[in-house]
């Protein structure tokens, strides 16, 4: 992995100051979604030999959530943003 | 050729300008009964059982790479059947069996050590979870040994014992754990396999999977369409990938997992010791390196290496269990991509497709389990129902919350 990357907050910093959390899910369903629902969000996983969109942490810096794309064969990084700033479409 | 004394005698005689090579390159033939998807060890046991216990002998196994490339070569070699769970124990123990029997089987020196593996404990609360483990396999007819510290003392004086955070209290042995040479397992299956006429598809990649509505017909790969009767997926690292081309979604998350090998020592370890207070486990093996490992990187990866920050976790933990190792000098590293399913156990189940069979999730553990994910993989193949040792390993089990949480860990630590 790229042992810098660029943070929308605090520029250039060095891979260790961020956890993962892993891959940007569609939003939790409600309460009252049926079994199917609840056991696609809770179990499967895409896991794309590719782009992957997922969450990081900047633990060791800004704190902020962020979101950015990932490529699982050679992780280079991209498309940084600031969790806040997705567009969440509510709960299913 | 049977490998024997004799044999090894008269090669010599004659210079050994007479082996054969061990298996076949045959050219894929236009139609099989079974085709297995992946020639990793998983796969080439499936063929040797399928071909020699079930008679099932029109099969193909397609490896992407070459022999040995994937994780039956990048493993550390541990065998073991400490295992609590009901759904998992007899699975484990039925593939120690086979493990034990594996060499006279298939001719072939697997160096199948039974050297011992030592698990620690560093706490009151760890002794008492591992008594209840080691109870558990004792009435499975597992062997199971709970050494306090002054036994574990007199085997591996080396410990730090006296770690002022994770002092260790004493371990908990099976006697018949121990190591094999990991790629001789899939040399060993692939001649078994391929006297007993299993075709083995070397630098083949699947690129596609053929279907008639519910029914799969064959696969497109890079050397030709194949058409088949039944078709295998054992291709633990990369199943999602595969299922993908079915559209199957599955519970399962690719992480890269690394191993180590130091400069050769003089004897040093005989046994395999795992650290209780971290995740850490080391043997030596027969040229003296110490082959070791620790923890997933954390993160979905296909790369076939790993990260400084995973190296530096897995040294802290040795360091932590035996500090002669800071003088040691690491000789190589690398890595291999794990399934890892959400409850941390394997998935052997037929899917939603009919002819369509599926073998993964194997997370960090499919080494231990090769003959026996071979032999029960094998059973569902050739009858469609699930070998007694293997019913617990069900595609389903997620959605009807029967999880097999041996560890209570899956691809990520929260997930229980």
Redesign the interface.
């Known amino acids: 992995?790229s042992s810098l990357v660029k943070c929308p907050h605090c520029g250039l910093r060095p891979?260790?100051e961020f956890t993962?959390r892993?891959?940007v899910a569609a939003p939790r369903p409600s309460a009252g979604a049926d079994?199917?629902t609840w056991?696609?969000h809770?179990?499967?996983?895409?896991?794309?030999?590719g782009e992957?969109r997922?969450y990081w942490h900047h633990a060791g810096g800004c704190r902020r959530w962020l979101v950015l794309s990932?490529n699982?064969?050679?992780?280079e990084t991209s498309d940084v943003v600031d969790a806040s700033t997705l567009k969440t479409e509510g709960a299913r | 050729m049977r490998y024997s004394a004799l044999s090894l005698l008269g090669n010599a005689f004659s210079k050994n300008k007479n082996w054969k090579p061990a298996w076949r390159n045959p050219d894929p033939k236009p139609h099989y009964d079974v085709i297995i998807i992946g020639g990793g060890g998983h796969g080439l046991a499936t063929a040797y059982y399928l071909s020699k216990v079930f008679g099932v002998r029109n099969v193909a196994v397609l490896e992407k790479g070459y022999l040995g490339s994937g994780n039956i070569g990048r493993n550390t070699t541990i065998i073991r059947s400490n295992y609590l769970l009901e759904g998992n124990n007899p699975f484990y123990e039925f593939s120690m069996k086979l493990w034990e029997g594996l060499e006279q089987d298939f001719n072939f020196n697997a160096m199948v050590s039974q050297r011992g593996v030592i698990n620690l404990f560093h706490s009151d609360a760890q002794r008492d979870a591992y008594t209840r483990r080691g109870n558990a396999m004792r009435l499975h007819g597992v062997d199971a040994e709970l050494l306090d510290r002054d036994q574990l003392r007199e085997k591996l004086p080396f410990l730090d014992y006296e770690n002022a955070r994770f002092p260790i209290m004493g371990g908990l042995m099976q006697a018949r754990g121990g190591t094999v040479r990991h790629d001789a397992v899939a040399w060993g299956f692939a001649r078994g396999a391929d006297q007993n006429g299993v075709d083995i598809i070397q630098n083949c990649e699947v690129t596609g999977i053929d279907r008639d509505g519910n029914q799969i017909t064959g696969v497109q790969t890079t050397r030709g369409a194949i058409t088949c009767n039944k078709l295998a997926m054992a291709v633990a690292g990369s199943s999602s990938h595969v299922a993908k081309m079915v559209d199957m979604r599955l519970p399962i998350e690719s992480h890269a997992l690394q191993a180590f090998v130091s400069e050769g020592l003089k004897p040093f370890i005989d046994t395999v010791v795992t650290f209780g207070a971290g995740h850490f486990y080391v043997s030596q093996s027969d040229k003296g390196g110490l082959v070791f490992g620790g923890d997933i990187e954390g993160y979905n990866s296909y790369a076939q290496r790993g990260n400084l920050a995973c190296v530096e976790h897995v040294a802290e933990a040795g360091m932590a269990m035996i500090p002669a190792l800071s003088r040691v000098r690491i000789l190589r590293s690398w890595g291999g991509i794990m399934d890892m399913s959400m409850d941390g156990s394997p998935i052997m189940d037929r899917t939603h497709l009919g002819n369509l069979y599926f073998n993964g999730g194997w997370c960090y553990g499919g080494f231990k389990a090769t003959p026996a994910s071979g032999y029960c993989f094998a059973h569902l193949l050739a009858t469609d129902t699930p070998h007694e040792t293997a019913t617990a390993f069900r595609m389903d089990r997620f959605a009807r919350g029967y999880l097999l949480d041996e560890k209570g860990v899956g691809a990520q630590a929260n997930l229980h």
């Open positions: 992995m891979r260790e993962i892993g891959e079994e199917a056991f696609d809770v179990y499967l996983r895409d896991n794309p030999r992957h997922e990932r699982t064969l050679t992780h």
